[in-house]
């Protein structure tokens, strides 16, 4: 499963030895403990754990969204950058000019009073201080590239107005407004329904193509991982237990946490299967 | 002999503008298993709400254990029915009271339910909450301070400790993470073995509805587009919708584009 990697001067996302503390003295907390992780044009990389294993905040660091007054050392390089140790400036540039980044609740980081178009245009006038009307017509381009129907429609449109799915289809929209080299995806398709989770994935697949674009996806899902990663990382409480190609990790698991979140799988658990109970129907 | 029969149920909203529910049939033997499975939109969730009361069919028959769910029952009759059918829901967190500890919340439905107290109660309420493997030291704890999977636990504990007959459990392991999924289902598993109670397990993972239920019925916009025993319908789906859920259910080397459009194919031929 080696997707089409056009390497272009080494790894877009370049994360060394990172490692992040919060609190001080006795509350002090390691939350990564010496995180290494890389994605190159082209690449999508799976980023796979449960709740506090550090993966969302792995993803965070990659665009200077470590929490306030965190430790940080180690290395985090995004298309040749150094954020750790970066000043804000430097930070903000990367993440207007290299990284992007979709959550899992698109609802939640839209206006709900904003139509669409205007959304989407934000990050175009911010960025590169185009006019209304040169920014309107690339709105209509990028809506039409994420797959959305009629987009000078759409562009008019609330985000009540649009499904789950669509409203995820408009944040990549916004997120690509940047033409990021990096696409950072944090369980980007866990709300949505299975064959809305297919289209994405379909689209994240077709932008990695066509785009070259970089991609770290974060999810808890070992399954989706396989099925739609070049190559998986596997954490745990803040530390990479075990990364590969992807199919490799899902088929041939080292690590005993690997195996444990495998066998958890649901796709799995036909062992488990109830036993049917006699005499009690 | 059934333990719930569902007959021609239909509820909409909106003044009949939304057909949340479409002539829903079906039935559940005594200790059986019954998955509920759909998208959002399908109408698993107002299917789970009709069968626990909370909302009124605007037409057809719930029975649950020979008796016909009324719209307006007495206090009695609401009584009797939690003493055979139970409910948990995604969120625990949602359906504890924060300042209850487990031991408190459990005593509270022995005594409503089997009317023990003193010694009696207390070993019930500890026969409840091994059974669900609920650690000595959670159990004199609030809720704020218990893990997701330990306030499951609870949940289902406080619906066990009611004695039911059915158990309706309406995505309830969907906010969990997957190893904590893995341990709620092989205890329902173990509880069932263990009590022959029944269940309906609602649902948008198939995988999960899988991996617990022996029987399957598939919604899609309020109806019920397959049925059957659930390793039958997983095996050999019959209808188009069941074939497309199963093919966007990702697997290594699978097609996510391929199913978009068989999706889009299956959309087109419903207009």
Redesign the interface.
């Known amino acids: 499963?080696s997707g089409s990697t056009q390497m272009v001067d080494g790894p877009v996302l370049a994360i060394e030895q990172l490692r992040l503390d919060v609190g001080t003295g006795e509350t002090a907390v390691r939350i990564l403990d010496g995180v290494g992780l890389s994605c190159a044009a082209g690449e999508i990389v799976g980023l796979v754990g449960?709740?506090g294993s550090g993966k969302s905040m792995t993803l965070r660091t990659a665009v200077g969204l470590a929490p306030k007054g965190a430790r940080l050392t180690g290395s985090v390089r995004v298309a040749g950058r150094e954020l750790v140790g970066a000043g804000r400036r430097e930070v903000l540039r990367v993440r207007r000019e290299v990284a992007a980044m979709i959550f899992q609740d698109p609802r939640a980081h839209v206006n709900p009073y904003q139509r669409i178009g205007a959304f989407v245009a934000d990050g175009l006038r911010r960025t590169r201080g185009w006019g209304r009307a040169r920014a309107a017509q690339q709105v209509v381009s990028l809506l039409d590239e994420v797959g959305l129907p009629d987009p000078e429609t759409l562009a008019d449109r609330y985000p009540h107005e649009l499904s789950?799915g669509m409203l995820q289809r408009v944040m990549i929209a916004s997120a690509l407004s940047t033409e990021p080299r990096l696409l950072l995806a944090d369980e980007a398709t866990t709300a949505l329904?299975?064959?809305?989770?297919?289209?994405i994935?379909?689209l994240l697949?077709?932008l990695r193509e066509e785009r070259g674009l970089a991609i770290v996806f974060v999810t808890?899902?070992?399954?989706?991982a396989?099925?739609?990663c070049d190559r998986i990382h596997v954490m745990q409480s803040g530390v990479v237990v075990e990364q590969g190609p992807?199919?490799d990790v899902?088929?041939r698991p080292e690590h005993p946490y690997t195996r444990?979140?495998l066998?958890?799988?649901?796709?799995r658990?036909?062992a488990?299967?109830?036993?049917?109970?006699g005499g009690?129907? | 002999m059934s333990i719930l029969t569902v007959d021609g149920l239909s509820k909409s909203y909106d003044h009949g503008r939304v057909q949340a529910v479409t002539d829903v049939s079906f039935e559940l033997a005594q200790g059986g298993t019954l998955g509920v499975v759909g998208e959002s939109g399908s109408g698993k969730t107002t299917l789970s709400r009709l069968i626990t009361g909370i909302e009124q069919p605007d037409s057809g028959r719930i029975v649950v254990a020979g008796t016909e769910l009324e719209a307006r029952t007495s206090r009695r009759a609401r009584h009797e029915r939690a003493g055979i059918m139970q409910m948990v829901f995604q969120d625990p967190y949602q359906s504890l009271d924060p300042r209850q500890t487990p031991e408190e919340a459990i005593d509270e439905i022995i005594t409503l339910h089997g009317g023990l107290r003193g010694a009696a109660r207390t070993a019930r309420r500890r026969e409840v909450l091994d059974q669900v493997d609920l650690p000595e030291r959670a159990r004199r704890a609030l809720p704020r301070d218990l893990s997701g999977g330990q306030r499951q636990r609870v949940a289902i504990a406080r619906a066990l400790a009611a004695s039911p007959r059915l158990l309706l459990l309406d995505e309830a392991t969907s906010a969990l993470d997957v190893s904590v999924q893995a341990q709620i289902l092989r205890l329902l598993a173990r509880i069932r073995a263990d009590t022959g109670v029944a269940i309906v397990f609602v649902s948008h993972d198939l995988e999960v509805v899988r991996s617990i239920t022996e029987e399957l019925i598939v919604m899609f916009r309020g109806e019920v587009v397959e049925s059957g025993e659930t390793s039958r319908v997983l095996r050999d789906p019959q209808h188009p919708y069941t074939r497309l859920l199963l093919s966007s259910v990702p697997r290594p080397g699978w097609d996510p584009d391929q199913v978009s459009r068989d999706r889009r194919t299956f959309l087109r031929q419903l207009a």
Do not use: C, N, W, Y
Not at chain 1, 220 to 224: E, F, G, I, V
């Open positions: 499963m449960e709740s789950g329904d299975v064959t809305t989770q297919a289209e994935m379909g697949r077709r808890h899902d070992l399954d989706l396989a099925a739609s992807a199919l899902f088929e444990k979140l066998d958890a799988m649901p796709s658990l036909d488990e299967a109830p036993t049917p109970i009690a129907a």
